[in-house]
Antibody
Framework: QVQLVESGGGVVQPGRSLRLSCEVSGFIFSNFAMHWVRQAPGKGLEWVAV????????YYADSVKGRFTLSRDNSKNMMYLQMNSLRTEDTAVYYC?????????????WGQGTMVTVSS | SYELTQPPSVSVSPGQTARITCSGD??????TYWYQQRPGQAPVLLIYKDAERPSGIPERFSASTSGTTVTLTISGVQAEDEADYYC????????????FGGGTKLTVL
């Protein structure tokens, strides 16, 4: 079955960096664009970024543009989110998400999430 | 930046019909999607492309559009439907940006 497993979360000081990973299984990873979505404690959902199936196109939310970088390794079924210059407002659960089969701009299969806490 | 507006909360009694609205200027031009999130769980896709239901989603969940407002309707609400509901769509300004509404807490009285 489809599985998405995030890792790499933790507690980090403002201004520092963190790299999140997402390992997938149960589907042909190289056929799908992939997203990150985050949710601050007690708050709503926020789309963070998307990477095309082949890694050539990436788009980011304004709130993370210039600080976060998305990449993928289709040979390893892995996706990565490099987060630099972290701010307290980046504190959230980060979900790795696969879109539905037929289209890209929605969220179908979700990981369990990894918590990132930015605090001094 | 583009925003989708939802009511913070909706309350209904079991067996009644709940309606959750989502408003946004670009909704007539972009598809809308709906998600259910129960406490401590990842969201679940309820509705895609405005009104389609993925397999496994009960028929009591439906959606409709009218101009710049889309409505999620839950007929015959059950206790298990108590959750947060989010609409989601895309910016139509030419910039790739996906947007969620602020979420609506459905309380089953």
């Amino acid at each position: 079955q489809v599985q998405l497993v995030e890792s790499g979360g933790g507690v980090v000081q403002p201004g520092r960096s963190l790299r999140l990973s997402c390992e997938v299984s149960g589907f042909i990873f190289s056929n799908f664009a992939m997203h990150w979505v985050r949710q601050a404690p007690g708050k709503g959902l926020e789309w963070v970024a998307v990477i095309s199936y082949d890694g050539t196109k990436r788009y980011y939310a304004d709130s993370v543009k210039g600080r976060f970088t998305l990449s993928r390794d289709n040979s390893k079924n892995m996706m990565y989110l490099q987060m630099n210059s972290l701010r307290t407002e980046d504190t959230a659960v980060y979900y790795c998400v696969r879109p539905p089969v037929q289209f890209t701009d929605a969220f179908d299969m979700w990981g369990q999430g990894t918590m990132v806490t930015v605090s001094s | 930046s583009y925003e989708l507006t939802q009511p913070p909360s909706v309350s209904v009694s079991p067996g009644q019909t709940a309606r959750i609205t989502c408003s946004g200027d670009a909704l007539p031009k972009q598809y809308t999607y709906w998600y259910q999130q129960r406490p401590g769980q990842a969201p679940v896709l309820l509705i895609y492309k405005d009104a389609e239901r993925p397999s496994g989603i009960p028929e009591r969940f439906s959606a409709s559009t009218s101009g710049t407002t889309v409505t999620l309707t839950i007929s015959g609400v059950q206790a298990e439907d108590e959750a947060d509901y989010y609409c989601q769509s895309a910016d139509s300004s030419g910039i790739y940006r996906l947007v969620f509404g602020g979420g609506t807490k459905l309380t089953v009285l």
